[in-house]
């Protein structure tokens, strides 16, 4: 179970919009949502749903993070809203909702590119790790985007401009010369970075370490971060595979 604190993380400041008709099952999921997002819509026909879609983006600029759906709706089912929601925005992460009978459609949604399928009644649990999975993955491309962020591997991440290594979001603690280095290496990624190359971006006096001071220096810094990341190429530096 993925604990409660961590989904709100992600998700505080994303915008969604909710489809279901079932007007007592809106309201009491609606409220689930309201406390794990920005901003909550909620719609209960796909009509006006599409219009409030269309909508939000004119005011906005941008479209809804998440579209949650019910598949059984008045009108047009959530099928054929997916399809039209994927024709004005084939990025768009969807969550479908689907009673235990209508199973039948999950391999037509899961074609078309939904993102997650849930069945009725909701697990809570099930619900949180699903909203968790979509904002996390939502909430990693945006922070890509504001700031200028190398995915490394294992939930890893190197920022550029602050030479900052993070992991799940917390800041790996890394001395001075550690923070060089990875940012040498970074820079020449899949390339080798040669021992001449490292020693001179950690010191003005390369006469300064040896290679055994390198090495150990090396050790220290692969502790802190994903294993079988850091290469070393024997007789010529280490590099950077990611």
């Not at 190359?197 to 390369?206: F, K, L, S």
Request: aromatic share 12%; with cysteine.
């Amino acid at each position: 179970m993925i604990e409660y604190y961590k989904v709100i993380e992600v998700s505080k400041k994303l915008s969604i919009l909710y489809f279901e008709d079932d007007i007592n099952f809106q309201k009491e999921t609606g409220s689930i949502f309201a406390e794990l997002f920005l901003h909550v819509d909620l719609v209960s026909n796909a009509k006006d749903g599409l219009e409030k879609y269309t909508e939000y983006y004119k005011k906005e600029n941008k479209f809804y993070d998440i579209v949650i759906t019910d598949i059984n709706m008045p009108i047009m089912n959530g099928v054929e809203l997916c399809k039209k929601i994927y024709e004005i925005h084939k990025e768009q992460s969807i969550i479908v909702i689907s009673a235990h009978d209508e199973s039948e459609y999950l391999l037509e949604l899961v074609n078309i590119g939904i993102e997650q399928f849930l069945i009725k009644p909701l697990d809570f649990d099930i619900l949180l790790n699903v909203i968790y999975s979509c904002s996390s993955r939502i909430y990693n491309s945006e922070l890509k985007k504001s700031i200028k962020i190398i995915e490394l591997n294992y939930d890893f991440f190197w920022d550029i401009d602050k030479k900052v290594l993070l992991h799940k979001k917390q800041c790996v603690k890394l001395t001075k010369r550690e923070s060089f280095i990875m940012a040498l290496l970074i820079k020449n990624k899949n390339k080798i970075s040669t021992y001449e190359e490292i020693i001179n971006a950690i010191y003005d006096d390369p006469s300064l370490i040896s290679n055994d001071s390198l090495k150990m220096l090396i050790s220290r810094l692969r502790k802190k971060i994903p294993k079988q990341t850091l290469e070393s190429i024997y007789g010529f530096g280490y590099r950077l595979i990611f």
